[in-house]
């Protein structure tokens, strides 16, 4: 599969998927069962979001014009991130000390896991 045609499904994914999320918010109470629900959709939606904008850092970085892991792990990272932070925010558990010691945890990861790569 050709990087455009990825990249084109990722933008359908992202768009179908925040379609869900939003009628799922609208159309359900918010007790327990429906926020883990809403949590499960956020992410794949979240890291179809994400990795063209990952994508359009790596070029403008200078890198290649592929899709490659790193790529996506790099979203991923960035989708799990945020899901985090929505669910400690859920729960009134997000402050700023959680927020920057989750970011430093996730860059010292990709850190060290580009690091073995190379």
């Known amino acids: 599969m050709s990087t455009r045609a990825l990249l084109a499904l990722c933008i359908l994914l992202a768009i179908g998927g ?5 009628l799922f918010t ?18 794949p939606t979240l890291l179809a979001s994400c990795l ?5 850092v790596h070029l403008r970085r200078g890198g290649k ?6 790529l ?17 925010r859920m729960i009134s558990a997000l402050n700023w000390a959680n927020m920057l010691l ?11 896991l580009s690091a073995r790569q190379t």
């Open 102 to 112: 989750m970011l430093l945890l996730f860059v010292a990861t990709e850190a060290l």
């Open 65 to 70: 014009g592929t899709v490659a892991a790193p």
């Open 52 to 56: 063209p904008l990952v994508y359009s």
């Open 18 to 22: 925040w379609v869900a999320v939003g």
């Open 72 to 88: 996506a792990r790099q979203s991923a990272f960035a989708a799990t991130y945020l899901t985090l932070c929505l669910w400690l």
């Open 26 to 43: 609208y159309y359900n109470p918010p007790d327990a069962l429906n926020r883990w629900i809403a949590l499960a959709l956020l992410w």
